[in-house]
């Protein structure tokens, strides 16, 4: 099983403040023999969604980690399409992520768009949801 990400902790507590309960950590997904893990799964109002969470904090190549983020939500989504689970997966990113950097500029807006990425933006300090990106 895969380890939390740095801010793990910080997305659970802003969803559970948004009314969310989380149904599970660390989601395993199999595709043939391979085995994927989303970070969660939340329920609210008898809508489930699937939630992975990122960073952006890289020391390496900005666009690197931009691809391989890109690369894995396809991924994921493709997982769960294939398995059939009809729950929709969303990027939790926090807010000084997406207002500098890679996110920010026309690459990772051109990403977001053309991958289709649904988007929890958070505040981390106050963990607390800003605003969802569909």
């Known amino acids: 099983m895969p380890v939390d990400d740095k801010y793990h902790d910080n997305v659970v507590n802003a ?7 989380i149904v599970k950590e660390q989601v395993l997904i199999t595709v043939g023999q391979r085995h994927l893990w989303v970070d969660l799964k939340a329920e609210k109002d008898n809508q ?4 992975e969470i990122k960073g952006f904090e890289t020391k390496y190549s900005p666009v690197d980690y931009l691809e391989n983020v890109v690369g894995q939500y396809v991924m994921y989504v493709a997982a769960i399409d294939y398995a059939q689970l009809e729950i929709p ?3 939790a ?7 500098s ?3 920010s500029e ?3 807006q051109i990403a977001i768009k053309k991958a289709s990425i649904k988007l929890i933006i958070f505040d981390v300090e106050r963990e607390v949801i800003l605003q969802w990106k569909t």
């Not at 969803?15 to 309960?21: M, N, S």
């Not at 489930?48 to 939630?51: D, E, S």
């Open 48 to 51: 489930l969604i699937y939630v």
């Open 106 to 108: 026309e690459v990772g």
């Open 89 to 91: 997966l969303y990027l």
């Open 101 to 103: 950097g890679i996110l």
């Open 15 to 21: 969803l559970k403040k948004d009314g969310w309960q």
């Open 93 to 99: 990113i926090p807010k000084v992520a997406y207002d």
